[in-house]
């Protein structure tokens, strides 16, 4: 068995909104300093440029962020793109976000190079370096080809197949997400994790859904964004039937996660 080093993942788990709220009141201060410091890398030039480490390659790197596309400030200085920027200059530039995706899973997640790895959800640029560390890897885009109902939704796949499931920014594109949560639940093995992304309503206790069109039978996922994720989300995993759920809060300066409360969801079975 081959022995992968990685950097700790710099992050603060919260397993409800009210831990997050009491931590925010806390560190505030610490909180306005990283604001402070990301205002200070506003610029008029079309990107900007760190200097840091890539934790999933443990090599110096340049992060770069495009700054078009993103805010503008009254005096003209552009915001650069956070989440989606800051890419590495190793070999599959890799921006923030699946950076950080590919270090959690590395660090927190379960990922070794016994592990049975399941990818769920449309491919991602991280997704070439996670097969790579897994065992075995199975790739489904979709989490049910045609429609279901509740009930029906299955993944094809024995229950315990996998120690590890990631689903990059698709979830909240499944209408009946508690039952997605249930299958994923049952295609890991004891202590296997699920770790996901979605677009995170912090300031939100509930969940918001949206009413879909009566098509027939109810759709196993939606082209658009369906739930509007809030804290509840935690309450859906527990009720599924993992064990443990949180939600991590990741930021560093020397690594690259830049931008205010990027999000990863973990849940142990």
């Known amino acids: 068995m081959q022995t992968r080093l990685h950097a700790r ?4 788990s919260f397993i409800s909104q009210a831990e997050f709220s009491e931590y925010c009141r806390v560190a505030q201060a610490s909180l306005d300093t990283r604001y ?6 506003t610029t008029r030039d079309d990107a900007v440029v760190q200097l840091g480490t890539c934790a999933p390659c443990l090599r110096r790197a340049a992060f770069t962020s495009d700054t078009e596309r993103w805010e503008r400030l009254a005096d ?5 793109e956070w989440s989606d920027g800051l ?7 890799l921006s923030n976000r699946w950076r950080a995706l590919l270090h959690f899973a590395q660090s927190a997640g379960g990922l070794r190079d016994w592990t049975r790895l399941l990818l769920l ?3 991602t640029p991280a997704d070439v370096r996670l097969t790579a560390l897994a065992g075995a890897a199975t790739w489904l885009p979709h989490l049910l080809a045609g429609e279901s109902v509740a009930s029906d939704l299955r993944l094809p796949a024995e229950s315990g197949a996998f120690h590890l499931a990631i689903a990059a920014n698709y979830l909240h594109r499944v209408p009946p997400l508690p039952a997605a949560f249930a299958e994923l639940r049952r295609v890991l093995a ?3 994790s699920l770790v996901f992304t979605v677009p995170f309503r912090y300031r939100a206790a509930r969940t918001v859904s949206r009413a879909l069109p009566q098509t027939g039978r109810p759709a196993a996922e939606h082209r658009e964004a369906v739930h509007e994720i809030g804290w509840d989300v935690l309450d859906m995993l527990r009720a599924a039937g993992f064990g443990r759920a949180s939600v991590h ?3 560093s300066n020397e690594l690259g996660y830049l931008g205010p409360f990027n999000m990863i969801l973990h849940a142990v079975a």
């Open 9 to 12: 993942f710099p992050s603060v």
């Open 36 to 41: 402070l410091h990301e205002t200070s890398l």
């Open 76 to 80: 003209g200085r552009r915001v650069p």
């Open 87 to 93: 890419a590495c200059d190793c070999a599959d530039h």
């Open 121 to 123: 959800g449309p491919a």
């Open 190 to 192: 004891p202590g296997g």
């Open 249 to 251: 809060s990741y930021w």
